[in-house]
């Protein structure tokens, strides 16, 4: 039977930025908010209405509406993958020019998360997304896992030329939320498309899944004490999996954990208050925020 459309879970979609490109022949010199088709098909899939969540800030804002307001009416938010992380978004210089990553996303990005970590909706990061949610909440990042992290049997966890085929080993924990999803597995293969990883995980998460054999985390989960609303990760894209494939980890079980923390969350609200985002990043943003739009 369909279900009806009031039944239906709203589920934000982080937007991807295409900045203002004079060299561009199509929208000249505008700035493309968008999405990767995957996994917008993949909330849809269990039907969840997916609603990209623009930024509202740049030269051509309009009007009110904000991001807290996407947050009181959608039922939870998912972080999309994308360009790296902004070194200067926890304390770095970029130390190469390739690694400068995206500043302005790193920005609104804080903020959609901050939103919605004080709506105590629940939040789902993946690639990029899991980066920014441990970025975001205090942690550090590797700029480059090949060259910093020091395993001597590292990973090649990007590959340009197979992108989404590129595949590793992943080693689930015992005793996690993760590992109640997937009973039956230890050791799973995923896939791998980032250079960038987790170097100091943010305070108040743990991780729930590692790289195999340089032990990278893989999945990070914000642990649930004093009820605080769920906010969790993984460094693959459980939506690339291929539907019926037993070759790599079903996403599935993730995608509907989420969806029933969300589903949740609208017969339950509550809100974080303090237990957004720390005061001192959240400061932060504010300042880059404003220094950035002056820039423009």
């Excluded at 995957?38 to 009007?63: E, F, K, Q």
């Excluded at 090949?146 to 080993?169: A, I, K, M, S």
Aim: aromatic content about 8%.
């Amino acid at each position: 039977m369909t279900q009806p459309v009031s039944a239906r879970l709203k589920i934000g979609l982080s937007a991807c930025f295409s900045h203002a490109d004079p060299a561009r022949s199509l929208f000249t010199n505008k700035t493309l908010q968008y999405v990767e088709q995957s996994i917008a098909h993949w909330l849809m899939s269990a039907g969840a209405m997916v609603v990209m969540v623009p930024c509202p800030t740049g030269d051509t804002a309009r009007g009110d509406t904000s991001l807290a307001h996407y947050a009181e009416w959608l039922d939870g938010v998912v972080m999309h993958g994308g360009a790296d992380v902004w070194p200067g978004s926890y304390g770095e210089v970029p130390l190469k020019d390739a690694w400068i990553g995206d500043r302005i996303r790193d920005l609104y990005d804080m903020a959609l998360v901050e939103a919605f970590a004080q709506a105590g909706k629940p939040i789902f990061g993946v690639c990029r997304g899991l980066q920014l949610i441990n970025v975001a909440f205090g942690g550090t990042l590797y700029q480059d896992i090949e060259e910093q992290h020091g395993h001597p049997e590292t990973l090649r966890h990007r590959d340009p030329v197979t992108y989404d085929q590129n595949f590793h080993e992943i080693e689930i924990v015992d005793g996690t939320r993760l590992a109640r999803l997937f009973p039956d597995t230890r050791t799973a293969r995923v896939n791998s498309i980032h250079h960038q990883g987790i170097k100091g995980l943010a305070e108040d998460f743990e991780v729930e899944a590692w790289s195999l054999p340089d032990r990278v985390p893989e999945a990070i989960r914000r642990r649930p004490d004093r009820g605080r609303s769920y906010i969790a990760a993984t460094q693959w894209h459980p939506e690339f999996h291929k539907y019926g494939s037993t070759d790599t980890l079903n996403g599935e079980p993730i995608l509907h954990d989420f969806l029933w923390a969300c589903a949740t969350a609208r017969v339950q609200p509550r809100r974080s208050g303090v237990h957004g985002i720390p005061g001192r990043i959240r400061d932060r943003a504010s300042r880059l925020l404003r220094q950035a739009l002056l820039r423009r």
